[in-house]
């Protein structure tokens, strides 16, 4: 997920938005005027719209004016791509990549059809490994315009859990600017469902990362790290009126087991105070409150005491807990430590309204690979709502969820048109007898935002002010509708295959159907799947999958068989089904592994630079790191009968 630039690169690094802006007149008929639109970040109103206070009945003016900049650009969302293009390619004109393709042209005498078709014909598409040697040699402190025209000081890292390795990225102000206009936006459109009160709290579950410096001297780390020490995260607490319980030094302790105590020691600290609990993603937030069941009765201690656990050894974070903590409150402690026991004796379910009473409803990324922690959150969440956070990657920001009290699973994402200059590949799923090992699509030639249509699977391509070019994010989507120009998008899966012996082929997405079919015979035990990965083991013949589980609560045998067994017949790929068929896959082995190793594997992620916020388990893995923790710790193992 995007995120913005720390406090040193905010003020360094530069954006395209330093320059003066491009303007664009759009005729807005539902308005009644002319509306001047910044191409480059996105406004049109001014930030002391922002400054004036919320209510439960009424919206602010700023959040009205956020919307309906939004309603304007989306209505004429086709001529600002064009002119989203237009800038991108003034403020870098003449960067080697870009000269390489299209040489002196003048961009500023061509007309928008005209640019977009040039554009588009002589600059090719691009993965991250055709950019990778132009971002290297950036990392290294190479100052020419390479990619863009501002130096590029700051440079992201990808989460690393789609490509089995981390990846830079570059990041400039501009990368901190579009997730402040998204957060606000974001808000805006949930505080019409869910007002919340004027000076609220949140309880965020948001962690740092220990930044460090590439050979050239410039800034890495993750995106999330970047932005929660920025102006743009300071700024966004002050516009949306809405401040996190905990202080800097708590985000930025790096130990995520402490900031994760302390997060949830101020939250409950503040617990009448908290309008909604968030995370960037939902595994963040089952993982915090898997803490609170460990550690509940030492919280309520801190709070009956006002002291903080030995467990938390940075000083500035002590102090900066403390600072907050200014005195006992044995009342408060109480009150908390009688709701845990009754929570414990329901298995923790509605821990969120019992423990926070005025919170509204749990925000989170839940799609993707998100989606097996949807049952574990509705369990802590009881009758809460909750609702999807907004569509981005590290690369960019793409879409907004407008329509909040939609449940997860049906979410789609409005395309913001400002942010990056968008084209769609349309593909089409191939023959079932195609012997591609790359995967089941096959695609037509990229189109524009304006010409994608209903029912349409797409990859996504990205121009963006940060120096990406006609860039292939890898992800499929569908088109689910419109918001007046701009297209509605729900996410089907990563295009990249991760399960594939020989002609089978099998996403994150066929994975996760198969897993969620197999585990619904664990109900019937009382016992719960805590995660999962797999592997496709190609060393031993013949080949097959292996599928981890880590299990809470006990279960027979038996009912592990049948899962087992289950799982392999739910897979519905044709090269899969006829390799089973023909023995040339074998049957699939299902691992059951300790409890705490999927802990293992998020501590292995941290230790090699990841961020808490940024963590996704990796629903397969070829890492031998990671296979020798999930194999050293498997207890049991099982065979499927499937095609016996």
Not at 64 to 84: H, M, S, Y
Request: hydrophobic fraction near 35%.
């Amino acid at each position: 997920m995007n995120s913005s630039a720390s406090s040193s690169s905010s003020s360094s690094s530069s954006s395209s938005s330093s320059e003066t802006p491009k303007m664009i007149k759009v005729d807005t008929p539902n308005h009644n005027q002319t509306t001047v639109i910044d191409c480059v970040d996105g406004n049109n109103f001014t930030d002391t719209n922002l400054a004036v206070s919320n209510n439960n009945n009424n919206q602010s003016n700023g959040e009205k004016d956020i919307i309906r900049w939004f309603e304007e650009v989306t209505e004429k969302a086709g001529l600002v791509q064009t002119e989203t293009l237009r800038r991108i390619l003034e403020v870098n004109y003449g960067v080697e990549y870009l000269k390489k393709w299209i040489g002196n042209i003048k961009i500023q005498e061509l007309d928008g059809c005209v640019l977009e078709s040039l554009y588009t014909s002589l600059v090719p598409l691009s993965s991250h490994a055709d950019l990778e040697p132009f971002i290297q040699r950036i990392a290294d402190g190479d100052t020419a315009p390479i990619l863009t025209q501002q130096p590029i000081t700051t440079l992201s890292l990808s989460s690393g859990t789609t490509e089995g390795r981390q990846k830079y990225v570059p990041f400039t102000r501009h990368s901190a600017q579009t997730t402040l206009q998204i957060f606000r936006l974001a808000a805006a459109y949930r505080s019409r469902v869910y007002p919340t009160r004027e000076g609220k709290r949140i309880l965020e579950f948001i962690y740092s990362s220990k930044q460090f410096k590439t050979k050239g001297g410039l800034t890495a780390g993750t995106a999330t790290t970047h932005y929660y020490a920025s102006q743009e995260f300071k700024l966004k607490q002050e516009k949306t009126n809405s401040f996190t319980c905990s202080p800097q030094e708590v985000i930025s302790g790096g130990d995520y087991k402490q900031t994760t105590y302390c997060h949830l020691l101020l939250g409950l600290f503040f617990s009448d105070q908290v309008e909604f609990v968030t995370s960037t993603f939902a595994y963040s937030i089952v993982q915090a409150f898997s803490s609170l069941e460990d550690h509940w009765q030492e919280l309520c201690s801190d709070i009956r005491q006002g002291t903080l656990s030995s467990r938390i050894n940075p000083p500035k974070m002590r102090k900066a807990v403390l600072d907050i903590m200014v005195s006992p409150n044995p009342s408060l402690a109480s009150k908390i430590e009688e709701s845990c026991k009754e929570l414990q004796r329901v298995d923790w379910f509605g821990l969120v309204p019992k423990l926070w009473p005025n919170a509204k409803y749990v925000y989170s990324i839940m799609t993707g690979s998100m989606q097996p922690y949807m049952k574990k959150l509705r369990h802590y969440s009881g009758n809460l709502p909750l609702v999807s956070a907004d569509y981005g990657s590290t690369e960019s920001w793409i879409g907004v969820n407008l329509d909040p009290s939609l449940p997860p699973e049906d979410v789609t994402f409005a395309v913001i048109p400002t942010f990056s200059y968008f084209e769609f590949i349309p593909l089409y799923r191939q023959n079932k007898d195609c012997n591609s090992v790359l995967d089941d699509f096959i695609e037509d030639a990229p189109i524009p935002l304006s010409q994608v249509k209903i029912g349409q699977e797409y990859e996504i391509v990205l121009t963006t002010f940060t120096g990406l070019y006609r860039y292939r994010l890898g992800d499929v989507v569908e088109v689910a509708g419109f918001h007046n120009g701009t297209p509605k998008l729900n996410f089907i899966c990563r295009r990249k295959l991760i399960l594939t012996v020989n002609i089978d082929k099998n996403t994150e997405k066929d994975l996760q159907m198969v897993v969620e079919r197999g585990s619904q015979l664990l109900s019937k035990s009382n016992a719960e799947l805590v995660d999962f990965t797999s592997h496709a083991d190609t060393v031993n013949q013949p080949g097959h999958y292996i599928i981890y589980w880590e299990i809470k609560g006990q279960i027979d045998d038996t009912i592990l068989q049948h899962c087992c067994t289950e799982m392999d017949a739910s897979f519905v790929d044709h090269g899969y089904v006829v390799s089973r068929r023909t023995t040339s896959i074998g049957p699939l082995e299902l691992r059951i592994v300790e409890s705490g190793t999927f802990k293992k594997i998020l501590d292995c992620f941290i230790a090699n630079g990841s961020a808490l916020s940024q963590f996704k388990t990796p629903r397969c893995t070829r890492n031998q790191v990671l296979l020798r923790i999930l194999n050293f710790c498997t207890i049991k193992t099982f065979r499927s009968r499937a095609y016996d």
